[in-house]
């Protein structure tokens, strides 16, 4: 039975009494991790700590580049973790998409634009979210995903043994010379990784009622290569939308996030091919191969509370930041530049061995 939320008692009820709340509200039908508590707050779930560690990181960030995003009123602790939120009034733009026409999708490109560009005056020569590092990018994720704060020459390894991969048993059969070199570098990024939301799909973006875009689901954000902006504005499936309905779409993503089209097709690609064959890249790391040094370490993680832990990255451990919203030593932003504080890399030692050939996509 669904219970009554207080709206003016939010920062009164214990942990528990929020829990009883929000396991007797519904979750929203497109987001079954968020709940519904009033029409002015949402509760929204996260596995552990560091899930939450870094989407608050990501959204403080945002806010310091002079972004809006959703305000968090409180965290509750328990199995797993939620954080309330203001609920943004507005319309979900994969809602009011189809009602737009060409003048008013032009003018929201445009909008989004400012945003994207703001994001990426922040940089950064380590991947990953901010605090913690893990890379869980979806274009990363085979069975052995990538180290904290993994670099250029990471990043390229990893994606050119999957633009190269030649089938499950073509793999098997490598002797361990062919393992040791990359038989066709296609990526060969050698910049600094941007910040990136990473999920600016129109299900992400609200619509308010003065026609300006509030951006929301911040938790896969962290500094990534530019093109992932872009290649993540496809991740979703259009349901029902006409054909103009993606022309619009298409010109927004080119407008707003630049033309990356090669390189969407690329990741496309490679997220196709390990989300077949996600144990592949074992036969390279066995041989030491060129993509060996790019994975991240496995650890096993201790239970607190004697119970299973669930687990979405191994082996990076939690950042220094603390989840009660303590962030000012997220990045010391100077002339619109991030400068992280570089971190030591497993396997360092093989960085001489990164792609740094002519690649088709740098």
Known sequence: MESKFDDAKLLSYTDSELYDHINSHPSLPEFSNVVSLSPKYLAKGYENGDMVEDALSAMKFASQLGIQVPHIERIVHGHG??????RIPG???DIAWHDLGWLASLRLAFQLRRVVQRMRSATSTSSGPIPTGKCTSYFFDDKFGLPARAKCHHVNAFL?????????????RKTPAEHATCP??????????????HDLAPRNMILDSEGQLQIIDWDEAGFYPESFEYAGMHNFIPRGWT????????????I???FYDKECRWLKRIRCMFTHFRMARAFNLRADGYAAFSK?????????????????????????????????T?????????????????????ASSSVDGEGLVS
Not at 243 to 254: D, E, H, S, T, V
Not at 298 to 317: L, M, N, V
Request: charged fraction near 15%; charge should be positive.
């Open 296 to 328: 991240r370490p496995f650890k096993e993680r201790p239970s607190t509370d004697g119970q299973r832990q669930p687990q979405t990255k191994e082996g990076s451990s939690a950042g220094n930041l603390a989840v009660n919203g303590s962030l000012s």
């Open 330 to 350: 997220i990045a010391n932003i100077s002339h619109g530049v991030t400068h992280l504080p570089l971190q030591s890399v497993a396997h360092e030692a093989y």
């Open 160 to 172: 050119n043994f999957w633009a190269n991969f030649p089938g499950f048993l073509n793999e098997k």
């Open 256 to 258: 707003a996030g630049g």
């Open 243 to 254: 054909q103009p309905a993606l022309w619009r779409w298409k010109m927004l993503a080119w």
């Open 184 to 197: 066709r570098p296609v990526f060969s990024y050698n910049r600094p990784f941007v910040f990136t939301h």
């Open 81 to 86: 973790v939620y954080c309330i939120m203001d």
């Open 91 to 93: 319309t979900r733009l």
